[in-house]
């Protein structure tokens, strides 16, 4: 059956310059390219299930601007169901520095995204978060929730609730208040782990691939990881697949034209 998801996030335009090394405090880097790409952690990740396969709900605030159509361009594009409130405040827009290596610093200005406050969820399977909307929003995500609940715990903050899957980098992982129930834990270039109550369950690594812009490799991983588990695939499939879809997306320039599909995952496992 396929899989129901509903996210509740962010929608953000990303502002990209591409430079050959990240500047340091107080120097230009000059010769660099630019390009506005639809982004936010939460589109990013509904469109990453969406290319996975799975039926996807997104949930969001934008601005009444000309920047909330761009930045919708991907989920439309993917054939997300959109649920929208719109906000007085400008659509969301992070600005994205990536280097040659795929290194990226990233600041974002949340804009619309902070007004993100009352909602109906839709019938699902998984209610999927992250922490670029409010406290509030995640808490009524979570308790409107009757499935799996699912929180991508960045950026990092300190948040209650008890969620079914947390996926958190080490950084990450150090402002949780809870850490009970499944933790996938993203390594970097070392892969990841799945920790049950802080029991190894799984390890998995990536594929070696050129990397080009890191940017929502950790949100194909997390997309990835929650689609196949609830797909049915084991633990150890499931990470596997996320690895493989974290190793894709970081192959390829901007956020959301880097998700890969349930074909390009199948075939990297593949090959």
């Known amino acids: 059956m396929t899989p129901r998801i509903v996210v509740v996030g962010s929608v953000n335009l990303d502002l990209v310059a591409r430079v050959e090394r990240l500047p340091s405090p107080g120097e230009t880097v000059g010769d660099a390219t630019f390009a506005r790409v639809p982004g936010g952690k939460g589109a990013n990740q509904a469109v990453a299930c969406a290319r996975l396969g799975a039926e996807t709900t997104m949930i969001a605030s934008v601005g009444r ?45 949340p804009g619309a995204n902070g007004t993100l ?12 978060c992250q922490l670029e909307i409010p ?21 990092a903050r300190p948040i209650t ?56 490799a950790g949100d194909a991983f997390t997309a990835c990881l929650l689609v196949s588990l609830l797909e049915g695939r084991s633990e150890e499939e499931a990470l596997t697949r996320a690895c493989a879809a974290g190793a894709l997306a970081a192959s390829k320039f901007g956020a959301q034209p880097s998700l890969p599909t349930a074909a390009e995952v199948d075939a990297i496992l593949a090959g």
């Open 135 to 155: 406290d509030a929003a995640v808490l009524a995500a979570w308790e409107g929730c009757t499935g799996l609940f699912c929180l991508n715990a960045a950026p």
């Open 117 to 128: 406050e009352t909602f109906e969820l839709p019938a699902h399977d998984a209610v999927l």
């Open 65 to 109: 601007d000309a920047m909330a159509d761009e930045a919708l361009a991907g989920l439309r594009g993917a054939g997300v169901e959109l649920a929208l409130g719109e906000s007085d405040e400008p659509t969301g827009v992070a600005l994205i520095q990536v280097d040659a290596a795929g290194e990226t610093t990233i600041a974002v200005a």
């Open 161 to 216: 609730v008890d969620a079914d899957l947390t996926v958190v980098n080490t950084h990450e992982l150090e402002a949780l208040t809870r850490r009970d129930g499944l933790v996938a834990l993203t390594l970097g270039a070392e892969g990841a782990v799945l920790l049950d109550d802080g029991e190894e369950m799984a390890r998995a690594k990536p594929h070696a691939v050129e990397a080009v812009d890191g940017t929502a």
